[in-house]
């Protein structure tokens, strides 16, 4: 396994998730048009949208305009690289394809936490948005997954298990903290996202991510509201946080 082939396709990939974090907001094509810059409106050709290496060398500047162009998107590109890489570092000894698997699951939740951001704060920090069709890729993944695996038809029953589990502890989760704080806790998105985690992860490992997604948002946003920086009855978008947790269990389980 070429890592450093890994983590170029990782940067390609991040250029992807650029066009998608830009345009699934303004609910614009994927495909057409072309990359342009957002300033000038000028089309960018294949030479100035080399992931990374463009915003080297044209030194952050459009070609055209000569504005410049938002740091974000070389370290999109950077983080969706070294994602790759350290999946491929982590799974080095497993057949390609499961490898190849993987990195579906982990590109997917990178795309998921980053448009439920972006659409949060557009939003006006009311709410995130987790599209569907990502949800419904990442669990055919899952079920893609369990057909790699030697258990078979029972695998298959396993996965399921796992996200139906996944939908029905979320709930459960949404269920009572709207007893508790007398306020929706969870969005549906996050319910659906688990649910295709389950997938992936089975039981066991949605716990886990579940747990380790609490752990995370507790530990960035604690600090926040100790500073009074942060109201505590926020609105706080919980899918970047599932993200992480169902990220790092793959990791550890």
Not at 52 to 70: A, D, E, T, V, Y
Not at 108 to 130: M, V
Not at 229 to 252: M, R
Request: with cysteine; hydrophobic share 50%.
């Amino acid at each position: 396994m070429n890592f450093f082939t890994i983590f170029c396709y990782g940067l390609i990939f991040g250029s992807f998730a650029n066009v998608y974090f830009y345009r699934t907001p303004k609910q614009l094509s994927l495909w057409s048009p072309k990359s342009f810059c957002p300033t000038c409106g000028h089309p960018i050709p294949w030479c100035d949208n080399i992931p990374l290496l463009s915003f080297i060398l044209l030194k952050g500047l459009c070609r055209f305009c000569k504005q410049k162009i938002s740091v974000v998107y070389p370290l999109i590109e950077l983080s969706c690289g070294i994602l790759f890489l350290l999946v491929s570092l982590k799974f080095q000894t497993e057949p390609n394809q499961i490898v190849i698997l993987y990195l579906i699951y982990s590109f997917i939740l990178f795309l998921i936490s980053g448009i439920d951001l972006i659409t949060y704060f557009q939003n006006n920090k009311e709410y995130g948005i987790i599209p569907n069709d990502l949800i419904i890729i990442l669990a055919a993944g899952g079920l893609l997954f369990s057909l790699s695996q030697q258990g078979g038809i029972t695998q298959i029953w396993q996965n399921l298990l796992g996200g139906f589990y996944g939908l029905m502890l979320m709930t459960l989760v949404r269920w009572s903290g709207e007893k508790i704080f007398k306020k929706e806790a969870l969005g549906l998105g996050d319910i659906k996202l688990m649910g295709a985690v389950g997938c992936w992860l089975g039981w066991q490992g949605t716990n886990l991510a579940l747990i380790l997604a609490c752990a995370s948002g507790t530990f960035f946003i604690l600090p926040f509201l100790i500073l009074k920086k942060l109201e505590s009855n926020s609105t706080i978008p919980f899918g970047p946080f599932l993200s992480l947790g169902s990220f790092s269990a793959l990791f550890i389980i």
